[in-house]
């Protein structure tokens, strides 16, 4: 587009640490990551910008979703069989891999927030940091389209190279598995 306004360059403000390295390890969405732990480490100087945030239970966090390859305008989302415009699904292969998520905030030890219940991968660039407002973020009343219709008990990742009838790559371990989790 002729039009088109120039963003500025994005710089990250820290880094998620957790044991999760692979997609498969994390849960689908932060919301059913229960339990699941980790840090988002903040770069120096910015550990004023924390001030305040301790008192709330949930942030969050804006992140750039390093691991995403490409990506289709139509994809298959888990729990799914048809293909969905990609901007009615989740997935972190998107024309700006940009991922949100509502996290559990558990503590802050000066520059390091230390989290739960996320379904971010090690490594990720950490964007930007807001407080959950349960009064404006919550809708409880909301539609959920085509995902209402979706199995609930159904795998939270598809083993793609079963469907590809490829051995599974060595980070997934040796025989893969059916539900598609990392051994």
């Known amino acids: 587009m002729a039009d088109e306004p120039a963003l500025p360059p994005l710089r990250p403000i820290g ?3 957790t044991p999760q390295r692979v997609h498969h390890e994390a849960p689908r969405q932060s919301g059913l990551g229960r339990g699941g732990t980790g840090t988002i480490e903040l770069r120096q100087g910015l550990q004023n910008g924390l001030a305040d945030l301790a008192g709330f239970s949930h942030v969050w966090v804006v992140f750039w979703c390093h691991l995403a390859r490409g990506f289709r305008s139509r994809v298959v989302p888990p729990r799914d069989t048809e293909k969905r415009g990609v901007f009615a699904t989740r997935a972190p292969q998107r024309p ?3 991922g949100l998520s509502c996290v559990r905030l558990l503590r ?4 390091v927030l ?3 219940d996320h379904d971010m991968l090690d490594g990720t660039p950490v964007l930007d940091l ?3 407002l349960s009064y404006c973020d919550s809708v409880p009343d909301a539609s959920l389209g085509y995902v209402a219709d979706l199995p609930a008990d159904a795998a939270d990742h ?3 190279w079963q469907q590809k009838g490829l051995p599974p790559p060595a980070v997934y371990g040796r025989d893969g598995d059916d539900r598609g ?3």
């Open 15 to 17: 880094v998620v640490r």
């Open 96 to 98: 700006n891999p940009i």
């Open 108 to 111: 802050i030890d000066k520059r």
């Open 114 to 116: 230390h989290i739960a």
């Open 130 to 132: 807001k407080p959950y």
């Open 158 to 160: 598809r083993p793609w």
């Open 181 to 183: 989790q990392v051994r």
